[in-house]
């Protein structure tokens, strides 16, 4: 079930978890199931970008407003924290260098490695006293003999992130809990729906991590990198087309 990784909590432990508050139904849930068994839950939004999108609407500040009235609403302490210096240096810049560079980077792998699961990691234990950090990454753990931490396949096979988490530290993930990971996301939705959270139908959040979808990527990389000329090559090698600054 669900509550599986929590088993070894004792009520009298009862493990103080701060739940990345995304805005979005699975960190909403992830944070009611572990309040649900005991723990101490904590709340905290994530500021990684300080820009609005190509219609000049600020993603985030929808995103941070949903996850203040999801605290509200499960009546958990919330806090905000600003990694958008964090985020520019450890991985916009270094996804700016692998776009000139001709290779298409994923910079959600970076986010959760640099961001995510070491500055946020790091905040909550020094600054909030968090034993671990919780998210609603659709994925699990599990714990070898020799003490060290299997990053596993979230239930969901549709929705499952562990691509996106496989570049954590083992350190990190020895700290890290994953709520959501047994379930299945239309579970999760249902769950949210029984306790009546505004999110529950919220859509699923796609495009670079907390920067947002853009309609056109290619415009928003034009802010930041020279458009030039040059082939369209698959994987293979074989060049079959030509890029011109205009397309």
Request: proline share 3%; with cysteine.
């Amino acid at each position: 079930g669900a509550i599986t990784l929590f088993r070894k909590f004792s009520v009298l432990s009862r493990p103080r978890v701060a739940v990345g508050l995304s805005g979005g139904v699975d960190s909403s849930v992830a944070a009611h199931l572990l309040k649900k068994e005991g723990c101490e839950v904590l709340g905290v939004y994530m500021k990684n970008w300080d820009s609005v999108d190509e219609y000049g609407f600020c993603t985030g500040e929808k995103d941070y407003q949903d996850a203040r009235h999801i605290a509200n609403h499960l009546q958990i302490p919330f806090f905000e924290v600003n990694f958008v210096k964090q985020y520019w240096v450890d991985v916009f810049e270094g996804m700016l260098n692998d776009y000139q560079r001709g290779i298409t980077p994923n910079p959600d792998i970076l986010c959760n490695r640099e961001i995510k699961f070491k500055q946020l990691l790091n905040y909550v234990q020094e600054k909030l006293g968090a034993d671990y950090l919780a998210t609603g990454h659709y994925a699990r753990k599990r714990e070898k003999q020799n003490g060290q931490f299997e990053l596993l396949c979230g239930t969901d096979a549709i929705k499952d992130q562990t691509y996106f988490l496989a570049e954590i530290t083992q350190s990190a993930l020895k700290k890290a809990l994953f709520p959501v990971g047994n379930l299945l996301k239309s579970q999760v939705r249902e769950i949210a729906n029984s306790l009546g959270i505004h999110v529950a139908q919220k859509r699923s959040s796609r495009g670079l991590c907390f920067v947002g979808k853009r309609n056109r990527f290619d415009e928003f990389l034009a802010q930041y990198i020279k458009p030039e000329e040059g082939p369209y090559v698959t994987y293979s090698k074989k060049v079959i087309g030509k890029r011109s600054c205009n397309s």
